[in-house]
């Protein structure tokens, strides 16, 4: 399996405080994602970044990529208590038919 | 808008049973995929369709089977359900390789 890793497990922080989620993955890759679940429910996309790219925002949202690491960040500034959900990064294989591995995922808890 | 439905949200079964989830998307997305959630674990790819009848296996596939007769519709089948299968199985659709994964909202299972 090339399942990733998150890390932390779990993050609690205060409203209006950034929160960083790193996430570290095996194999090649041509892209990354992160992806928010809210609790009980279905994922739902947030970003996807190129492995040519080193970084790249959306709104709230950061995030780096480092190949020769096989690492990645998730940055969310000025959080809100709405942020509160589990987040995971997924890696589409590389060649093939592109498989997806989820990695383990961060619980965040943004206390208002 | 983009629509992956899961038949039931939650389900009941009896250790021994053939339990069928069924997974409709009308995307007209060639790609579709099977996880199974469970805590601390994250999500697990349990089988891979790339085009009808086409499948793939994930990285836990023993114990289950697929069906993908039309384009918009990925069944997920336990022959012989097991108590530890009891878990949350999400289905996701993908419209090209390497893409972003659009979810269903889930379907807890519990086997009693």
């Known amino acids: 399996s090339q399942q990733g890793e998150e890390d932390p497990q779990a993050l609690s922080i205060q409203e209006g405080e950034n929160a960083t989620m790193n996430c570290s993955y095996k194999?090649?890759?041509?892209?990354l994602q992160w992806y928010r679940q809210n609790s009980g429910r279905g994922l739902v996309h947030l970003i996807l970044?190129?492995?040519?790219?080193r970084e790249k925002h959306s709104g709230r949202l950061r995030v780096t990529l480092d190949t020769s690491k096989k690492s990645s960040s998730l940055l969310i500034t000025a959080s809100r208590a709405a942020d509160t959900a589990s987040y995971f990064c997924?890696?589409?294989?590389?060649?093939?038919?592109?498989?997806?591995?989820f990695g383990t995922g961060t619980k965040l808890q943004v206390i208002p | 808008d983009v629509k992956v439905t899961q038949s039931s949200r939650y389900l009941v079964k009896r250790t021994g049973e053939k339990v069928f989830l069924e997974c409709v998307q009308d995307?007209?997305?060639?790609?579709m995929f099977w996880y199974r959630q469970d805590p601390g674990l994250g999500l697990r790819l349990i089988y891979f369709?790339?085009?009808?009848?086409?499948?793939e296996k994930g990285d836990i596939p023993e114990g289950y089977s697929v069906s993908r007769e039309k384009k918009e519709r990925f069944s997920l089948i336990l022959e012989s359900a097991s108590t530890n299968q009891t878990s949350m199985y999400l289905c996701?659709?993908?419209?090209?390789?390497?893409?972003?994964?659009?979810f269903g909202s889930g379907t807890q299972l519990s086997v009693l």
């Open positions: 997924a890696t589409p294989n590389s060649g093939g038919y592109q498989k997806v591995t």
């Open positions: 194999t090649s890759i041509n892209n």
């Open positions: 970044i190129r492995s040519n790219e």
């Open positions: 995307m007209d997305h060639e790609n």
């Open positions: 369709s790339y085009d009808v009848k086409m499948k």
């Open positions: 996701a659709g993908r419209e090209t390789s390497g893409e972003k994964l659009f």
